[in-house]
């Protein structure tokens, strides 16, 4: 029977993050995808706009699902305390499922920032069920409400910090904002901290790196690999896929998930 994994997130038009992208993560580490949506981005303009679907649209789908058992669900961008209840007796009935939760608070291209209580409430609602939960800096920040790290090892200890307010573990991205080469992220449990990175020369940003280092995770845990081994494979995943970033405009680049290896 093949591997299972579900995605729950919104739609990027530009494919580098969102659904899409967490789709052609899991085509490429050639487990099954399947995906419920939450909300669609739009950019007209120059003017980028998250429309929620409506509530009982998104928790139709979620019914759709009840009887297929997933090997993993991804949870991405969700966008309001209704789809945080729906999401949560979703997964209080798919117990067997690994959860990789990425909180996402704001888009790279926009100032749109969820209020605090709704990342309060979703943490809360949502990391009990959760394998691991895989912020950037700047959600992760937000979620202790703590300043923002200005060296690696204030990055380690806001890992840390987090594990011990929401009893998970946490894989806290730091991206390049450390050093001039390497992407460096953390991953902390209750039993360890480890450090992970990659060299890269691209210095533009490319959407959806988080989307895709997230289901890519999903991915390997959903094959049976420990989250040490998931974190590693998808740090790798994840930078060989910027470099094949694709400019989806002259001035835009969304990044192509290709590459996975779960052997």
């Known amino acids: 029977m093949p591997v299972k994994v579900l995605t729950i997130g919104g739609?990027?038009?530009y494919a580098g993050g969102g659904i899409q992208a967490d789709l052609a993560t899991y085509h490429a580490y050639q487990v099954f995808g399947m995906s419920v949506l939450t909300s669609i981005v739009t950019n007209v303009d120059q003017r980028f706009s998250i429309?929620?679907?409506?509530?009982?649209?998104?928790?139709a789908q979620l019914a759709s699902l009840n009887e297929v058992q997933f090997d993993a669900i991804k949870i991405g961008l969700l966008v309001s305390k209704a789809q945080v209840q729906s999401v949560r007796a979703f997964l209080a009935h798919h117990v067997e499922a690994h959860v990789v939760l990425d909180p996402v608070f704001a888009l790279k291209e926009t100032d749109e920032r969820s209020n605090g209580s709704l990342s309060t409430y979703l943490m809360e609602q949502l990391s009990p069920f959760s394998t691991v939960c895989?912020?950037?800096?700047a959600e992760a920040v937000t979620l202790v409400n703590s300043p923002f790290p200005q060296t690696q090892h204030a990055l380690s200890k806001l890992a840390t910090h987090l594990v011990e307010q929401y009893d998970t573990s946490f894989c806290v991205k730091g991206g390049l904002r450390f050093s001039q080469e390497e992407?460096?992220?953390?991953l902390a449990t209750k039993h360890e901290l480890i450090k992970f990175s990659e060299t890269i020369q691209v210095k533009q940003i490319v959407n959806g790196s988080g989307c895709t280092f997230a289901s890519a995770i999903a991915a390997n845990l959903a094959v049976g690999h420990s989250l040490e081994k998931a974190v590693h494979d998808a740090k790798q995943f994840v930078t060989t896929s910027i470099l094949n970033q694709v400019f989806v405009t002259p001035q835009f680049a969304s990044i192509w998930p290709k590459g996975g290896n779960l052997e």
């Open 134 to 137: 895989t912020p950037n800096v």
């Open 183 to 186: 992407a460096i992220d953390y």
């Open 11 to 13: 739609s990027d038009p």
């Open 51 to 59: 429309k929620a679907l409506d509530d009982q649209l998104f928790q």
